[in-house]
């Protein structure tokens, strides 16, 4: 999030904000807001303008989808990732990496 925000061009964030739909849209399709949310961290990471930083996220990305497959979104975390997704739409747009990080950790259930 840090290093993507500040260098997202305007297409790029409709782009993004398209693909936080897509979570949030799924909400109630663990399998399916998982793969979206899988799409907006690797969306972004391309953008960061850090090759080694993109290597370790998709290397990572492949263990934690494995590890992850059977995750399903519980009905107290709902709410605060529907949020975390308005959040985090609002704060790209806004360029504000450190509200979009507290935003990412709420549609992760990292708070």
Request: aromatic residues 2%.
């Amino acid at each position: 999030m840090r290093l993507a925000c500040p260098r997202l061009t305007d297409d790029e964030l409709a782009e993004t904000s398209a693909i936080i739909g897509r979570i949030a849209a799924a909400v109630d399709d663990s399998a399916a807001c998982s793969q979206a949310r899988r799409e907006l961290v690797g969306y972004l990471v391309a953008r960061t303008g850090n090759p080694l930083q993109q290597a370790l996220v998709d290397e990572a990305t492949m263990a934690l989808a494995r590890s992850l497959k059977d995750f399903t979104i519980t009905a107290d975390h709902r709410p605060r990732l529907l949020a975390g997704c308005e959040q985090l739409d609002a704060a790209l747009r806004r360029r504000d990496p450190d509200a979009a990080e507290r935003a990412c950790r709420a549609i992760y259930d990292l708070d």
